[in-house]
């Protein structure tokens, strides 16, 4: 069982920056594609942004490409998110998702296999 908790969420102003941590307990953290996603109230969760294991690939949703950076450090079993040019329609909690399958980086929240609890981010205009 993979246990993933995430850090870094708060307030920011629009045009501001967050960086969002994800620290895994797993040791085996790079077997696994890391996401993130979030949800905003009312709203179904949304994927953001995904990271293949050894960082060869990304994969970005295009409201934040160009603005939002994923990477990875495998040694110290973390995933991040780098989030600049912050907009009010950026609030929401965000979450970090692990996958163990095999294959390409994944959209889908259903292809994920273990989730963090999230953290709020709130962008104000």
């Known amino acids: 069982q993979v246990q993933l908790v995430e850090s870094g969420g708060g307030l920011a102003q629009a045009g501001g920056f967050l960086r969002l941590s994800c620290a895994a307990s797993e040791r085996t953290f790079s077997s696994y594609t890391m996401g993130w996603f979030r949800q905003a109230p009312g709203k179904e969760r949304e994927f953001v942004a995904a990271?293949?294991?050894?960082?060869?690939?990304?994969l970005y949703a295009d409201s934040v490409k160009g603005r939002f950076t994923i990477s990875r450090d495998n040694a110290k079993n973390t995933v991040y998110l780098q989030m600049n040019s912050l907009k009010p329609e950026d609030t929401a909690v965000y979450y970090c998702?692990?996958?163990?399958?095999?294959?390409?980086?994944?959209?889908?929240?259903?292809?994920?296999?273990?989730w963090g609890q999230g953290t709020q981010v709130t962008v104000s205009s």
């Open positions: 990271i293949s294991r050894l960082r060869s690939k990304t």
């Open positions: 998702a692990a996958d163990y399958k095999l294959g390409e980086p994944r959209r889908s929240s259903s292809e994920y296999d273990y």
